[in-house]
């Protein structure tokens, strides 16, 4: 069963903006994971946070997690056009194996 | 990152045939592989999980006589999709993981090999 439910499901934007998505995940878990995917493409990794931090930064992405809510939010600044993709977060809770949540399309609008 | 190779990016079959898609780590050895499928516009379903040299493990309501699934080394896995129906069309995607030179935590992905039966 999936384990990450994203919200909000799309979202559209402007270029410049910041875009905002949310997920939800209902068991415990040693590290989350965001993944992007362009439109039929494979995934790329973005950036993972493990259990017992709050807060991760790469580039123009920035990730928290709040395990006591279950939940992660990926923060997208001074979004691009290039920026336009499906975005999932995945649960791992042990080894490899990761849980996928439903994923949020992101428009960014030139 | 590592570099996870998956073969044919797309593939069009008759009902009926079989059909066969490679995954391969390219500069890493895989002790484990993991095989997905995605319908449009929906998340990513883990199929099974596979383990050099030994059976995969397939999640709950994935037939193993449908989906062959073969890990005979290190970085080569194959599913085959046996006789084929239309409703197997779908997004497979494969990832590697767990290997020495790989942390234990983060996957590969494949490109993804987009099936259309017909």
């Known amino acids: 069963s999936q384990q990450g439910e994203e919200d909000p499901q799309a979202l559209s934007i402007q270029e410049g903006e910041n875009a905002t998505m949310n997920c939800s995940y209902k068991?415990?878990?040693?590290?989350l994971q965001w993944y992007r995917q362009n439109s039929g493409r494979g995934l790329v990794h973005l950036i993972l946070?493990?259990?017992?931090?709050r807060e991760k930064h790469s580039g123009r992405l920035r990730v928290t997690l709040d395990t006591s809510k279950k939940s992660s939010s990926l923060l997208i600044t001074a979004s691009r056009a290039a920026d336009t993709a499906s975005y999932f977060c995945?649960?791992?809770?042990?080894?490899?194996?990761?849980?996928f949540g439903k994923g949020t399309m992101l428009l960014v609008s030139p | 990152g590592a570099v996870v190779s998956q073969h044919p990016s797309w593939v069009i079959c008759k009902s009926g045939t079989s059909v066969k898609i490679e995954c391969r780590s390219l500069?890493?050895?895989?002790?484990?592989m993991f095989w997905y499928r995605q319908f449009p516009k929906q998340s990513l379903m883990l199929m099974a999980t596979?383990?050099?040299?030994?059976?995969?493990?397939?999640e709950q309501g994935v037939e193993k006589d449908k989906f062959l699934i073969n890990h005979a080394s290190l970085t080569l896995s194959t599913l085959t999709v046996t006789s084929a129906h239309p409703e197997d069309s779908s997004f497979y995607i494969c990832?590697?993981?767990?290997?020495?030179?790989?942390?234990?935590?983060?996957?590969?992905f494949g490109q993804g090999t987009r099936l259309t039966v017909v």
């Open positions: 990832s590697a993981g767990g290997g020495r030179e790989v942390g234990l935590t983060e996957a590969f």
């Open positions: 068991t415990s878990i040693n590290n």
């Open positions: 946070i493990r259990s017992n931090e």
């Open positions: 995945a649960t791992n809770s042990g080894y490899s194996t990761l849980t």
């Open positions: 500069d890493f050895q895989a002790t484990t």
């Open positions: 596979s383990n050099e040299g030994s059976k995969a493990t397939y």
